[in-house]
């Protein structure tokens, strides 16, 4: 894995005419991974996509080295197409290994359109996508919801394996996620 880093500096983020959040430094190298809490509405996923590059932050700068992949509610997978040939268009990208799906308990619904998926199979659909990826940074945006109890642990163990690897995970996430070592910020400790 190539050399990876997330590196924020005083970041404010605006939705509207209200700023979220102000002053935010942060920065992980390999192998370290960061949960973002705090309630609803306060600024988690649009952290995630300022560091993602999606959103501009309102003063601050964010720094990336390395690639990044992302998994939020916006499922990057066609809703038309059945999930294999879904799946096999960003493979062929990619260059995926073909085990993935059998590894995430999805491999049994390549027949399904997308748009037939429950919340938590869309959800694994698109750590699929994530893990063929083969990026370094992993921006994971309420990853467990719609889980059951066993994928949460699998999730949570994909998260860890790739640290050790020598990735970075930034986790947005309510729900308590378990990596050995892994700091939180609280955004309400930078809410304006």
């Known amino acids: 894995m190539q050399a990876c880093r997330i590196a924020a500096t005083e970041v404010a983020c605006r ?32 952290l995630i996509r300022i560091v993602a590059g999606l959103l501009r932050p309102f003063a601050g700068e964010v720094q990336v080295e390395g690639a990044v992949g992302m998994v939020d509610e916006r499922l990057a997978l066609d809703p038309q197409l059945p999930l294999g040939r879904a799946l096999a268009f960003w493979q ?31 959800k694994r659909a698109a750590l699929a996508r994530l893990l063929g990826q083969e990026a370094e940074v992993w921006l994971l945006d309420e990853p467990l919801n719609g889980l059951d109890t066993q994928a949460v642990k699998l999730t949570q163990e994909l998260a860890a394996e790739h640290c050790r690897s020598g990735g970075i995970c930034l986790i947005a996430s309510h729900q308590p996620f378990e990596i050995t070592g892994m700091r939180q910020v609280q955004l309400a400790d930078y809410a304006v």
Do not use: H, M, W
Request: with cysteine; net charge neutral; proline share 5%.
């Open 92 to 122: 062929r990208l990619d260059g995926a290994p073909e085990d993935i799906a059998d590894r995430l308990g999805i491999d049994r619904l390549f027949d399904v359109p997308v748009r037939y998926l429950s919340t938590g199979q869309k």
């Open 15 to 46: 939705r509207g005419d209200r700023v979220l959040f102000r002053g935010l430094s942060l920065e992980l190298g390999p192998g370290e991974a960061c949960q973002l809490a705090g309630a609803n509405g306060i600024g988690k996923s649009s």
